[in-house]
């Protein structure tokens, strides 16, 4: 890793709870790593009236330590609306250039509502602070959700690259930032071992879970507005889908990458019409104690209606209609209220084809399994048959596994210092293209669309502390095939599952 150019971040919600939570402790540990441009300055902005004093306090304030970002650190009050407080932003950002004797680069970040997402930079545009020149930079990052469905995903495209070009555009994903997920691609493609036996003709299927233990909290106005599969499913899921299924790209690059995930989800095989039935199943959390605790149904959190159909828990199988991937099926699920905070993607390889030990107590049902554990407790674990000590032939499962945590001498960024860090350094490997954007919003649209026009569609409801719907396990094809529970089956893995 490199120290990025001279530049300032400006970051819109400047004083908002992403900014505090994630953005300024993520470049706090920067600067700690030495990671940071040797000219560097922050510009919180939005409406609240600080100056640069009492931002940093403000800031200060929320950090559990003293952090040396904090001189770093600058504020300008403005309309986010106003073409002519943008004049206002152009002119600051040219008198900190010259006094901080910083080139005149820029990284604008959008902590803000997805209703800003088009307005800020158009007006960014307007006020010239996104044409590049000599060897300064422009770039802005915007936070999901990037559109509500296709069509708006269409628009907002169209709005942002009316204003900028593609390579200025990065598309945060926080979970492509997770150094576990990034280890999907070594694994894959560092070892001679796994492409041999990565398609249709030893994996039996893959599953790719993201479970919450909270629930809404607060945000139920925004989420009964979205719900899990916008909020989860159609992005951060389906990526992850994508970095398992991609083929091997020629040269390590963020086209290149980026190129091969856009093939996977121009692969998916459409679910629309009876198949909505049989392949998605939704669900909405409901009152019940866990470990002696009431916990209330998502139709009582605050913000919420009482009549909400918006969905807590979506499980999806899907299809991938290429070569490697002909009639693999992919599970995918995720939900609020279940058990615990996990996610993982397990690869479910085929049993021997004559199954010798059958008749001998114990040994696997489902075969062999690779488990890439994204959190908690980031790891990689490979489940196989073993003989058991002593006369006959026994068999039990046995674990070979990794966990990060064991590299005492490495340090583990968090997602936020990655992406930051990419974004600062030009790579948008880890972002979201626009054309991928869209292929995965055009993949769920159909789905959304049933959901909303027929009621008909059953929303199935779950108690706080279960896995979801038991009808989800109802997708999965093959006797004896069912989802994992990472909970249940703790002790076995060694991956740490918290509960």
């Not at 492409?195 to 299927?205: A, G, T, V």
Request: proline letters at 5%.
């Amino acid at each position: 890793m490199y120290k990025p150019d001279n530049h300032i971040l400006i970051i819109f919600g400047g004083s908002g709870d992403l900014t505090r939570r994630k953005l300024i402790p993520a470049l706090g540990e920067l600067q700690k790593l030495g990671l940071l441009p040797d000219r560097f300055a922050v510009l919180g902005v939005g409406r609240s009236k600080f100056d640069d004093r009492s931002y940093r306090e403000m800031i200060a304030s929320h950090l559990e330590e003293a952090d040396e970002m904090i001189p770093l650190l600058h504020y300008h009050t403005m309309d986010t609306q106003s073409e002519e407080d943008f004049a206002g932003l152009a002119g600051r950002l040219e008198q900190m250039s010259s006094e901080l004797q910083i080139d005149p680069s820029y990284l604008f970040y959008l902590a803000t509502p997805p209703s800003l997402y088009g307005t800020i930079p158009r007006l960014l545009s307007g006020a010239g602070l996104t044409r590049e020149t000599g060897e300064s930079f422009r770039r802005i990052i915007i936070e999901k959700p990037f559109g509500m469905d296709y069509l708006s995903a269409i628009e907002l495209n169209r709005s942002l690259l009316s204003h900028l070009k593609e390579h200025q555009v990065y598309r945060i994903d926080h979970y492509l930032g997770k150094e576990s997920v990034q280890n999907v691609l070594v694994t894959r493609f560092s070892n001679g071992i796994f492409e041999p036996l990565w398609n249709r003709n030893l994996i039996h299927h893959v599953e790719v879970t993201s479970a919450e233990s909270l629930g809404v909290g607060t945000r139920g106005g925004y989420y009964d507005n979205s719900g899990a599969l916008r909020d989860m499913l159609q992005n951060h899921l389906l990526q992850l889908v994508g970095l398992v299924a991609m083929e091997p790209p020629t040269v390590i690059s963020s086209d290149a990458i980026r190129n091969e995930v856009l093939k996977v989800f121009q692969s998916f095989r459409p679910i629309t019409g009876d198949a909505i039935r049989e392949q998605v199943i939704r669900g909405q959390y409901m009152a019940s104690h866990v470990r002696a605790e009431a916990m209330s149904g998502y139709r009582f959190e605050e913000g919420v209606p009482e009549d909400s159909r918006a969905e807590t828990y979506v499980a999806m199988k899907l299809f991938i209609d290429n070569w490697r991937w002909g009639g693999v099926p992919f599970y995918i699920r995720t939900g609020k209220r279940l058990p615990t905070k996990v996610s993982e993607i397990v690869v479910h390889f085929k049993t021997s084809p004559h199954k010798l030990f059958s008749d001998h107590e114990g040994g696997t049902v489902e075969g062999n399994q690779l488990v890439i554990r994204i959190q908690p407790d980031e790891g990689i674990l490979l489940k196989f048959g073993m003989k058991v000590q002593g006369a006959g032939f026994k068999v039990q499962d046995a674990n070979l596994d990794f966990h990060y945590k064991d590299l005492s001498d490495s340090y583990i960024p968090e997602a936020y210092q990655r992406l930051l860090l990419d974004c600062m350094q030009g790579d948008s490997t880890l972002y979201t293209r626009g054309d991928a954007v869209e292929a995965a919003w055009r993949f769920v649209d159909p789905v959304l669309a049933a959901w909303k026009e027929d009621t008909s569609i059953p929303l199935h409801g779950y108690p706080c502390g279960t896995w979801g719907p038991e009808v989800a396990d109802q997708i999965f094809e093959g006797a004896g095939y069912m989802w994992r529970y990472p909970c249940k089956n703790m002790a076995d893995d060694g991956l740490y599952c918290e509960l």
